[in-house]
Structures are given as C-alpha cells and as structure tokens.
C-alpha cells in the first residue's frame, strides 16, 4: 500500500470516527455530559484521536530512519529494514524492488532445488554440486540485500530533493554538486546489483525448467548454465 494511501486512510478514519463519537443521532458523546463516564469516555476518544492524528501523521510522513548494522544480522532483519523505504519519495522504487526480487529468487531458488533433487541422485556429487551453486546465489543475494540497506539507510529524502535544486540557495554550487555525486554513485550502484539480480532469477528459474523437462538427455546445457550462475554470483560480490 503506498504512502499517500496510508495517510489518506488514517485521516478519513480519525473524521469518520469523530463524526460517530460526537455527532447528535450516532454516540453524541461530549465532555459537558451529566453522566460522568460518557463524559470521560468522550475525552479518552478526543486524546486518542489528538494522538492518532499528530503520532500517525508525523510516523507516515517522517520517512525513513536511519540503521544500525546491528540490526542487520537475519535476513528478516534486512527485509524489515527495505520495507521501511518503501514509503520514500525518491528511494522508495528500488527498495520495493529489492524485496520483490529477493522473495522471488527464494521461489526460484526452491524450484531450481526441486528438480536437481529429480534429476540427480541424494547426495551424490553432481547434486551437491548444483545445490551448492544455488545455495550460493541466494546467500550473494543476502548480502546483496544488506549493501542496499545499508546504502539507503544513509539517504534523506529532503536532502536529496534540495541537493536537486541546489542551484537556488546560497550554498556554494561544486560543494552541493560534490555532494550530490555521493547520492548519484550509491544509486547507481544500487541500480546496477538490481540488474545482475533479475539475470540471477532468469538463471535459476531456466536452470529449473530445463532440469525438469523430460526430453533432455545430457546436462551440457545445463552445466553451462551453472556457470553463468557462478559467474552471476561473483559479480554480485562487486556490489556489496
């Protein structure tokens, strides 16, 4: 759901909840009320509402916040900390990017796992071979995860919407653009694993499918796509 969703939803909620509590034919609770628990019941309802409207606004509308290596150790961690950029104006596409590509390529992963177990006898050394192939595409892309993280949990929307327009304050210019450079080579980068972690998912998933399909004899096609999928995962290590 996105930001302005979220936001839209928690207002039209705070009205539409106000509007039953106070209004005269629905609850008609207010504070000047002789009984004295529909008296106090209006308030608890008018504090809470206060604090829902302040709290839920400023939490929607503060963006993200910065982490802590600390809480980067699992990968449920690392996803936690993605989906909290997925509100960002302008980094919030490429962490709900990551996420969508890391849920994918455990799918993927699980397929390609499924058919080596068809196709190759437990334990043997073909079979660990592969596996161990795919196992470690994942755990690249694990790390992969992390980097972007990391990377985005130094970003600030607003200063980056003023780096964008820093050519009208009074902040000198090469320093603005300097800086600006350091948002530019991060997202790059970011972009640039992006790639590498879609061409990894189509390896795996035609790993899988062309394991599966009954009508191959040999695994020459296969072992060649091995290989591209080592050679994807090293280069994976370039982003980290």
Do not use: C, W
Request: cysteine-free.
């Amino acid at each position: 759901m996105s930001q302005k969703i979220k936001i839209l939803l928690l207002n039209l909620g705070i009205v539409v909840t106000a509007v039953v509590t106070y209004s005269e034919g629905l609850l008609g609770l207010r504070p000047t009320d002789p009984s004295l628990l529909k008296a106090g019941l209006s308030i608890l309802i008018g504090l809470g509402l206060g604090a829902g409207l302040v709290g839920g606004n400023y939490k929607l509308l503060g963006g993200p916040k910065p982490v802590k290596n600390v809480q980067l150790e699992s990968a449920s961690q690392i996803e936690n900390t993605l989906k909290s950029f997925t509100g960002s104006r302008f980094f919030g596409e490429l962490a709900r990017t990551g996420l969508d590509q890391y849920q994918r390529l455990r799918l993927s992963s699980s397929r390609a796992e499924t058919a080596i177990h068809l196709k190759f006898q437990k334990g043997s050394m073909t079979a660990s071979r592969y596996l161990g192939a795919v196992a470690a595409a994942e755990n690249a892309m694990l790390d992969n995860m992390k980097t972007m993280a990391l990377r985005l949990s130094v970003f600030s929307d607003d200063e980056y919407e003023r780096l964008l327009n820093y050519r009208y304050d009074d902040i000198p210019d090469d320093i603005q653009e300097q800086q600006l450079a350091l948002y530019d080579k991060s997202l790059s980068f970011i972009r640039g694993s992006v790639a590498v972690n879609e061409n990894l998912i189509l390896k795996l998933d035609t790993l899988a499918f062309d394991m599966s399909d009954s009508a191959a004899k040999d695994t020459g096609e296969t072992d060649a796509l091995l290989e591209e999928i080592t050679a994807l995962t090293n280069e994976l290590k370039y982003y980290r």
